[in-house]
């Protein structure tokens, strides 16, 4: 319940006297009077609600602040996990690479000495040509026997069509082989075939049967890819083309080198994403620094001189000014420090000389969210403030919200008996003027009396009543 509905209920009520004596007005003003002493308890209750409403919207607004600062760091984990290297391919056109969680700065040679191939067979001719995929099919029966390598797998499609027997296949032995429906035929004579494909590259042969033997005709077998790496005179095989160099490096082959010429594959530090994932923390940093300032000072608001404020503002001090033990383990130390207005600033040539010349401290000194250094500090910290169950700020959301409920059960009482009052006193006020209505009608009959018999007129008092 908001003050104006109060306001709005009180003004409606007060309008229901209409009085008829004389002393109306008067009779009014009481009631009026009334009313505004037994509405104080309302105005000091809805003045309340007012004020945990305002609490409830600063809290709100700090709250958006600092998840936005724990995004950043969330954020610059990320960068630190995947995003640290970049790579370089001096012939894109043989391999392309892939850099992930646990690759290092590191370089490798490779030369593609055969991409390999795919094992597959196509399906025979059957006594009826298969001209309808959906309602025809390579074999009368629903359980029909694939093998991959001497390895067998049952098949059981929904139907006898070419087209369960394909969904079948792709469902059932996704692992193994791609199955399709192909026109072996012309347009306008259609004569629908299964191919088989395996899905890894290797020797293995592939064959589907029923209980009258294979349902194959013709099939060609694969070859395994292989490529030298770093100088080895020996190929090392594969039965995929995407490979892995080492932890974190994956590389796709993507056609054969030529004899003898070997690719390089670089991966190297990338300051410049670290430096564009510290961006945002300073950002983020900064918006919740300015979200604080404003409950400082003369009219601060909501929140002026309230501990959650001093509380927030302890933690961004500690984000602002961390060091890992030693100077040249801070945030300062790679140009991240905070100026006179107690914002932070990254100093990009600062950041790009100490980075480059020191890549592996900036590492350690921002850590990670579970091993230590800044960001187990930052996570830690911003834990404590966001936590869903334990954030301290997740618990004065829930604490407002609780007493705004309250306030607005006490208010709702209030006014419910202020209109009971108001109620009792307008009846009351009503009857009075009633009866003063009466007394003066019956004064004014009684002065009209007596003056016909005496033959005198009649005069207004000062009080207002007619006198002989």
Do not use: C
Not at 254 to 265: D, E, K, M, N, V
Request: charged residues 10%.
């Amino acid at each position: 319940m908001s003050s104006t509905n109060t306001n709005i209920s009180s003004q409606a009520l007060n309008q229901g006297f209409s009085g008829v004596s004389k002393y109306a007005s008067s009779l009014q003003s009481v009631l009026q009077r009334a009313e505004a002493i037994a509405a104080l308890p309302l105005n000091s209750l809805n003045n309340g609600l007012n004020d945990l409403n305002a609490k409830q919207a600063a809290v709100q607004g700090l709250d958006t602040s600092f998840l936005g600062l724990q995004q950043s760091i969330s954020s610059l984990g990320n960068t630190l996990n995947t995003g640290i290297l970049n790579s370089s391919i001096s012939d894109a056109g043989i391999v392309s690479a892939s850099i992930g969680a646990g690759a290092v700065a590191g370089s490798y040679l490779i030369e593609v000495t055969s991409l390999g191939a795919y094992s597959t067979a196509l399906s025979s001719a059957g006594s009826t040509v298969v001209s309808n995929p959906s309602s025809q099919g390579i074999s009368a029966e629903t359980s029909l026997t694939l093998s991959v390598g001497g390895t067998n797998t049952t098949i059981t499609p929904a139907s006898t069509s070419l087209s369960d027997l394909v969904n079948a296949i792709n469902t059932q032995a996704s692992g193994q082989v791609q199955a399709t429906a192909v026109n072996v035929g012309s347009t306008s004579a259609p004569d629908y075939r299964l191919s088989l494909r395996a899905v890894k590259l290797g020797t293995n042969a592939i064959d589907i049967s029923d209980s009258g033997g294979s349902l194959i005709s013709s099939s060609t077998s694969g070859s395994l890819a292989s490529y030298k790496l770093n100088g080895l005179s020996t190929p090392i095989t594969s039965d995929s083309r995407t490979i892995t160099l080492s932890p974190g490096v994956t590389s796709t082959l993507l056609s054969q080198s030529p004899t003898g010429q070997a690719t390089t594959i670089g991966v190297v530090n990338n300051p410049s994403a670290v430096s564009a994932a510290l961006n945002r923390f300073v950002n983020a940093y900064n918006s919740s620094v300015d979200a604080l300032a404003q409950y400082h000072g003369q009219g601060a608001g909501a929140l002026q001189g309230d501990s959650l404020v001093q509380a927030l503002e302890g933690i961004t001090q500690k984000l602002g000014t961390y060091t890992n033990g030693a100077p040249a383990n801070s945030l300062a130390a790679f140009g991240v420090a905070l100026d006179k207005t107690g914002h932070l600033s990254i100093d990009s040539t600062a950041f790009s000389n100490s980075a480059g010349a020191n890549f592996a401290n900036l590492l350690s000194t921002l850590g990670s969210s579970t091993k230590g250094g800044f960001l187990k500090t930052a996570t830690d910290l911003l834990a404590s403030v966001e936590d869903p169950t334990t954030g301290f700020v997740k618990g004065e959301e829930t604490s407002i919200a609780k007493a705004i409920t309250s306030q607005q059960s006490k208010i709702a009482n209030q006014a419910a008996s202020l209109s009971t009052l108001q109620t009792s006193l307008t009846a009351r006020i009503a009857k009075a003027d009633a009866t003063l209505a009466n007394l003066e009608s019956q004064i004014t009959y009684i002065t009209g009396l007596f003056a016909s018999y005496t033959g005198t007129s009649t005069n207004n008092s000062g009080n207002g009543l007619p006198t002989l």
